[in-house]
């Protein structure tokens, strides 16, 4: 699915200003920003997609006991927090390892998302698999996409 | 039987289809981030791989180079529209140079809820020793 973003996520170039783009991306703290959004690579990454009955969240917490993972949601903010323990202490020597590289984040996480308007956050469901948990929170009926039937007169 | 094998590769041949046409749209695999870190008779090697089932996996050895790579699956409902994304891609890859001291034939892995380790025992010959100061 997610081969499929590159086609769904802003376009690089095609039909838009570019050059705007390109000095966006170099200089991101320049303009105003969501009061909400974080910088990119902020522990544990998301995608946010949606169905015509649902939003759908995936968070990406390798290495995080989704039992410890703590989601909540209230009207339109869903809360992520948790903990990933890094590998402190060397498995069979109480010293600690020699490290080459130290790549990965650990430690205590939260993070905010402001989601479309009119989830509903009673109905929400998380399924986690190969570090990738992913939730579900039906759209309210009101906001569910609706066919209108064109009567005869 | 026979059946099955063809239809086995009629799976290689979309799957290898599905590559290239994201090699077409100048699709580049992530780089998991990755810690390295060296113990008495081995080195062990961290990965990030999140949305990597173990078959998804592919952990190559030639020579002195470790390969890895593995493809992000992620199940979602049909009719899908994303509208945000920070992982994009399909695949992440990675390579390392190992040292001689490498015992290639002992190398194993295993990948646990998006956490790759991989353990890389280094040769009888190469571990360290405790030397003995003897009193004269």
Known sequence: MFEDLWRFATPQFGGRDWLREILDDAFQDLGASDIRAVPRGTFPMVNLGATDDAVYVYVFAPGVDP??????????????????????KGTETEQWPVFHRRERVGGQFSRVLTLPEGVDGEATEALSRNGVIQIKLPKREEQRRRKIEVKAQ | MSQETNKGDQQVATREQSRDVAAQRSERPLLPPADIYEEAEAIRVVADMPGVSKEGL???????????????????????????????????????ILGKEIDNEGISAEINNGELMVVLPKKKTHRPR?????AA
């Open chain 2, 58 to 96: 592919h952990i190559e050895v030639d020579g002195t180079e470790l390969t890895i790579s593995g493809d992000i699956r992620v199940d979602t409902p049909e009719g899908l529209t994303a509208s945000y994304a920070e992982i994009r891609g399909s695949q992440y890859y990675r390579q390392f």
């Open chain 1, 67 to 88: 039992k410890a993972l703590d989601i909540s949601i209230q009207d339109n903010i869903l809360t992520l927090r948790g903990e990933r323990r890094l590998p402190e």
């Open chain 2, 130 to 134: 405790q030397i003995e100061v003897k």
